[in-house]
Each structure stands twice: as C-alpha cells, then as structure tokens.
C-alpha cells in the first residue's frame, strides 16, 4: 500500500523558512514524479514543484521559483521541499503526490499525502 507522508508544517514569520517532507513507502517510484501541491481556503488546488526520481528533473510554479527548491533522497524515500522568503499568500495545506510518468499532468498525480498545515504570519 503507497503511503505519502508529509511532515515540517508549521507557523513561520513572512520572511522565514521551512522546510517539508515527505515520506514514501510501498512501492518502488522510479520512473515516478513527485510533486508539492497546495491549497489555500476557499482556493483550488495549485501545482508548486516537481521532481523526478530518477534524474533529479525539477519545475516549479512561477509564484515560487527562486523561493522554493524540491529535493529528494533516493536511500530515504524522501522528498523535500525547502521554502525560503515565504510570504503571507504562502499560507495553504501542502499536499505530496506521486505520478507514474516524467512530464505528468496535474490529473495524473495519482496518490496524495494528508497535507500538512504551513502559516505564515505578516
């Protein structure tokens, strides 16, 4: 059974960092993407970041680059996602999610973590 599981949330100042992970365990995911989602109240869900396991390939949304940088530790199962000079309008539910391809679409991500709670105070 695929489990995801996101941890590091918390409250930060604006101008702060964080620093999320996720925790993958109950299958092999090369050839697999990982990606950050979030969701602010009363928003939809937006795409941040992606990353390949094989490959280290990465994307982010425009609203984050330069910001945000996704990882992984392929020995850990483990991805990362660093949030530097967060800002108010940061504050969402950070959801992980796996997808079985390289360039997936967003429909295509097919297991998803709990979230995790990330504030950030002005």
């Known amino acids: 059974q695929v489990q995801l599981v996101e941890s590091g949330g918390g409250l930060v100042q604006a101008g702060g960092s964080l620093r999320l992970s996720c925790a993958a365990s109950?299958?092999?995911?090369?050839?697999?993407?990982m990606g950050w989602f979030r969701q602010a109240p009363g928003k939809e869900r937006e795409f941040v970041a992606r990353?390949?396991?094989?490959?280290?390939?990465?994307y982010y949304a425009d609203s984050v680059k330069g910001r945000f940088t996704i990882s992984r530790d392929n020995a850990k199962n483990t991805v990362y996602l660093q949030m530097n000079s967060l800002k108010a309008e940061d504050t969402a539910v950070y959801y992980c999610?796996?997808?079985?391809?390289?360039?997936?679409?967003?429909?295509?991500?097919?297991?998803w973590g709990q979230g995790t709670q990330v504030t950030v105070s002005s």
């Open positions: 109950g299958r092999t995911f090369s050839g697999y993407t």
């Open positions: 999610a796996a997808a079985p391809r390289i360039v997936p679409r967003n429909y295509e991500y097919g297991y």
């Open positions: 990353i390949t396991w094989i490959g280290g390939n990465t």
